[in-house]
């Protein structure tokens, strides 16, 4: 019994023995980094050639020793010791004054490791966390100062510790709990830590509508994002990774908190709009559209000799716009929400709205190209609706000649029919970009409002519903097609048979599809044709591209819920005056001008036009791909318009000699086959074998979409 009891007594004191050499040790270290401050006499020596390292690893080392040995959540007396006499506090000051030099770097070290390697919760102590802010309030604004390294890492030890504990959120940011005007909690049961309360705040309806930080430097997200500017590309990833870490914590109080807290969306957008600011003025569209699809991992890829001039600043541009987006994607709604109305008030409404609506060419032609990379680089939803509301407008109601248009809008619209050509290029290949995007507003606002009742249909005893095939009606009041003497069929018999109904199934006043690819493919008459003298020159080269942007335009429309059907004649508004609306308008007036207009130009024109005939819709499909529609009077579509440019060219034609010959060395030419030479009415040929080409494209569209569901 005696040597049991013996044995008890021997395992209590050594189990309390270390106990007290622990903090011996660890108070002795600690003296002996304060009496460094006394006895030094050289004040340029590093830091790192001094004994202080090593004798906060020996303090780290002891701090993570005891509380291994003891129960978890119980505070160790060298612990208890680091926050009664405010070691951190001191520490700060010490990294603040950066003697000796290299100080800084050693007090990130150490409070990182401290904060990441202590499993108890220490960022609710006020002598933890008011050590920390001002420790953040040191970092971030000073870009290669040489402690960026250790300041993204200490900065990723926190946000670690605050995904762990949304809660700790407040402490970082402003110190206090904000969000509901409670004391900070203190663990209980622990009289040492006298003085370590927080003090209260204020309540949460005393918080400002709007992200109103008392500091831009104190606190984390100031760092981060400065850090995001770093020219260490690791350093730079790490701090948006964790942006991205604490925009997206679920906890709508840590979200509050981030939004009001901080001045995170100030920051960001404010970023966004400095490097915009950067890139030239004059960028080439061209150059825009050359460049990959930037990525917010990547840093430094704009750079090199094989670069365009302001390559550099634009790929910075588009990867921090990248970048912006990522963060919305997956950021909780309050802080996407908060970020993406910055990002409309201080960017599109504030730089990019002066710059499109403004008079110079240069300035105009730059804006227009940097943002048609904008809206390719986009993918959040939230970002892209505002950017498609900001450009469009809400409008959804069918337009009209007189009404006020979006005057962003009408300018970028009217800039498809600039003077200039290379505005014109670049504003159609702006559309074409919205075009691509999977947001249902763009088609809508652009056309099919305009053609939701049909009106360009001709009401009365000769519309669609009541007339045949024309094949089965020669008597057809059309377009008189048939009657055209360059209209000929020379469409092969198995065209179209293996994907479309029989003819009994066809729709009422529909042409079956071969007739209607039949139709394009036979618009243009063969002394007008030179793709059939070269190789790989007919229709079928069409129809692999026509699968992929049908079926692109089928899987972005989905969700849309556009019907199958074309709406009943009869469901529609009667006598109403049909307008094609602005951009149809525009487009249509271009492709009448196909073959007076430049061949990038007359490229560009019939791209967007490809697209609009690619979206699913039955008004689209049948406005845009029917060649038999019994128009209404004043109206134009687009076959209407394809007819009267064919009459146009046959008789420019006559009056040129040896057309045909010239026709086909344009086409070698533009295919590279025979050098280049100055000749006559280049342009014009040019335009007719863009014409060409653009039919057939319209027969494999026609061909792969099929006609439209059930009756008309």
Same mark, same amino acid.
């Given at each position: /019994? ?21 903090? =011996? ?33 020996? /303090? ?28 951190? =506090? ?69 946000? !670690? ?43 949460? %309806? %005393? ?10 430097? %104190? ?13 260490? !590309? ?27 807290? %901080? ?27 050359? /460049?990959?699809?930037? #990525?917010?991992? !990547? ?43 910055? *990002?409309? =008030? ?33 993918? #959040?939803?939230?970002?892209? &609706? ?10 959804? $109601? ?18 498809? &029919?600039?003077? @200039? ?94 007739? *209607? *690819? #039949? ?12 793709? #059939? @003298? ?14 992929? /942007? ?22 529609? $508004? ?27 130009? &007359? ?26 529609? &019994?128009?209404?009077?004043? @109206? ?22 040896? !057309? ?48 439209? =569901?059930?009756?008309?």
């Amino acid at each position: /019994m005696l040597s049991r009891l013996g044995a008890l007594l021997q395992q209590a004191v050594e189990t309390r023995e270390p106990s007290v050499d622990l903090l =011996e040790a660890f108070t002795e270290h600690w003296r002996g980094i304060t009496g460094y401050y006394l006895e030094a006499t050289d004040e340029s020596i590093p830091a790192r050639q001094t004994d202080i390292p090593w004798r906060l690893r020996q /303090m780290l080392d002891i701090l993570v020793y005891e509380e291994k040995q003891r129960p978890a959540g119980e505070t160790g007396p060298c612990l208890e010791y680091l926050l009664q006499h405010k070691l951190l =506090e001191t520490l700060g000051t010490l990294g603040k004054a950066e003697y000796p030099p290299g100080m800084r770097q050693q007090v990130l070290l150490f409070f990182g490791r401290v904060l990441g390697q202590l499993q108890h919760p220490l960022l609710h102590y006020l002598n933890v966390h008011r050590p920390v802010q001002k420790l953040l309030q040191l970092s971030g604004d000073r870009l290669g100062s040489g402690t960026e390294k250790e300041e993204v890492q200490f900065a990723a030890v926190l946000c !670690s510790k605050i995904q762990q504990d949304p809660s700790l959120l407040p402490y970082i940011l402003e110190g206090k709990n904000i969000l509901n005007g409670r004391r900070a909690p203190e663990p209980p049961d622990n009289p040492r830590e006298e003085g370590s309360e927080h003090p209260p705040g204020p309540a949460a %309806s %005393s918080l400002p509508a709007e992200p109103s930080p008392p500091r831009r430097d %104190s606190n984390l997200v100031t760092c981060l994002v400065g850090l995001c500017r770093s020219k260490k !590309s690791r350093v730079a990833l790490k701090a948006r990774e964790n942006l991205l870490l604490l925009a997206g914590l679920s906890q709508e109080a840590a979200a509050t908190c981030l939004v009001r807290g %901080s001045a995170l969306c100030q920051l960001l957008t404010g970023h966004l709009c400095d490097l915009y600011s950067a890139v030239p003025a004059g960028t080439d569209p061209a150059d825009v559209l050359a /460049m990959d699809r930037a #990525s917010w991992r !990547s840093q430094g890829d704009g750079a090199g000799a094989a670069g365009f001039p302001g390559k550099e600043s634009l790929a910075e541009f588009l990867g921090w716009l990248d970048f912006l987006d990522e963060l919305v994607l997956g950021a909780h709604p309050l802080v996407a929400d908060a970020i993406t109305e910055a *990002v409309e =008030e201080k960017f599109f409404q504030g730089i990019l709205q002066p710059q499109l609506l403004q008079m110079s060419e240069l300035a105009v032609l730059g804006a227009t190209a940097v943002l048609t990379g904008t809206v390719r680089q986009l993918r #959040s939803p939230t970002l892209l &609706n505002r950017l498609v509301l900001f450009l469009l407008g809400p409008h959804r $109601h069918p337009e009209t000649p007189g009404d006020t248009p979006h005057p962003l809008r009408a300018q970028l619209i009217d800039r498809c &029919n600039h003077l @200039c050509d290379e505005i014109s290029l670049a504003s159609l290949r702006l559309f074409e970009e919205l075009l691509r995007k999977p947001h249902e507003h763009v088609a809508h606002n652009l056309v099919l409002r305009n053609l939701e009742a049909r009106a360009y249909l001709q009401s009365g005893p000769h519309a669609p519903e009541e007339r045949g095939p024309p094949e089965t009606d020669p008597e057809e009041d059309g377009l008189d097609l048939e009657e055209d003497p360059y209209f000929t069929d020379g469409f092969p018999d198995d065209f179209g048979t293996t994907k479309n109904p029989s003819p009994a199934s066809a729709p009422s006043g529909k042409g079956q599809v071969s007739e *209607v *690819v #039949s139709s394009f493919l036979c618009l243009v008459p063969e002394e007008a044709k030179t793709s #059939s @003298c070269m190789e790989e020159g007919g229709y079928d080269t069409y129809v692999h591209d026509a699968l992929g /942007m049908v079926q692109a335009c089928r899987a972005s429309a989905a969700p849309w819920g556009w019907p199958s059907t074309p709406q009943p004649l009869d469901s529609c $508004h009667p006598g109403v005056a049909f307008y094609e609306g602005h951009f149809l308008k525009v487009l249509f007036d271009r492709m009448s001008r196909i073959l007076d207009q430049p061949y990038s130009l &007359n490229l560009q024109v019939t791209s967007v036009l490809s697209h609009l005939a690619a979206f699913p819709h039955p008004h689209l499909h049948e406005y845009l791909l029917d060649p038999y529609l &019994n128009l209404a009077p004043g @109206c134009r579509s687009l076959f209407s318009v394809l007819v009267r440019v064919i009459g146009d060219l046959m008789q420019r034609l006559q009056r040129v000699p040896h !057309s045909r010959a010239k026709l086909l060395l344009v086409r070698q030419q533009l295919l590279g086959l025979v050098p280049g030479e100055q000749m006559d009415h280049t342009v014009l040929f040019k335009g007719v074998v863009v014409l060409e080409e653009f039919c057939k494209e319209l027969a494999a569209i026609a061909l792969v979409k099929g006609p439209p =569901e059930g009756p008309p």
